[in-house]
């Protein structure tokens, strides 16, 4: 079945610092894939997202790139900042109306 | 934007008692709601799909009987843990999605069961 991998954590950088997470999936289709985050003591939140090939999410100075070839959503940042400290998902879903599927989540602490 | 509550957001009981949680859609009609399951330190695992109107659909190992599911309304599902047991205690999460835009889900900040 389809399934998300993501880099384990936990990712520990100085505010600042270039920020990657990597994120690969296999489906069978052609899904949707998403970054959520989990700040502490809350629910998930919609980071960005990607419905098709080559398309590249971003928000609040995050980006991905959905691309089919290496099956892959890698999250980056330029620059972190101490508030960026969470945990962060990434997911894909078959198609539209479906449940996600979600990797295990990287935690990210960035330290001032 | 869309807004999914959870009520109550902790909750403790005891073992062999029933509990019952809560998602509400505040500002727009779900027709499918999702319940996860989220265990300490690891991600979230789906328990369940449920449409407005129809029966959920549970996935494989959970226990329907066990983790019953409600969708009574396009703003309304409940989870009701029958008959909780310590294992049961966990961080229980739903997400809604809405008709108007199918590929995002819309998630509730969760509730932290705990049995005793």
Known sequence: ?112 | GAVVSQHPSRVICKSGTSVKIECRSLDFQATTMFWYRQFPKQSLMLMATSNEGSKATYEQGVEKDKFLINHASLTLSTLTVTSAHPEDSSFYICSARSVHTPYEQYFGPGTRLTVT
């Open chain 1, 1 to 112: 079945g389809d399934s998300v991998t993501q880099m384990e954590g936990p990712v520990t950088l100085s505010e600042e610092a270039f920020l990657t997470i990597n994120c690969t999936y296999t489906a069978t289709g052609y899904p949707s894939l998403f970054w959520y985050v989990q700040y502490p003591g809350e629910g998930l939140q919609l980071l960005l997202k990607a419905t098709k090939a080559d398309d590249k999410g971003s928000n609040k100075g995050f980006e991905a790139t959905y691309r089919k070839e290496t099956t892959s959503f890698h999250l980056e940042k330029g620059s972190v900042q101490v508030s960026d400290s969470a945990v962060y998902f990434c997911a894909l879903s078959e198609r539209a109306g479906t449940a996600l599927i979600f990797g295990k989540g990287t935690t990210l602490s960035v330290s001032s």
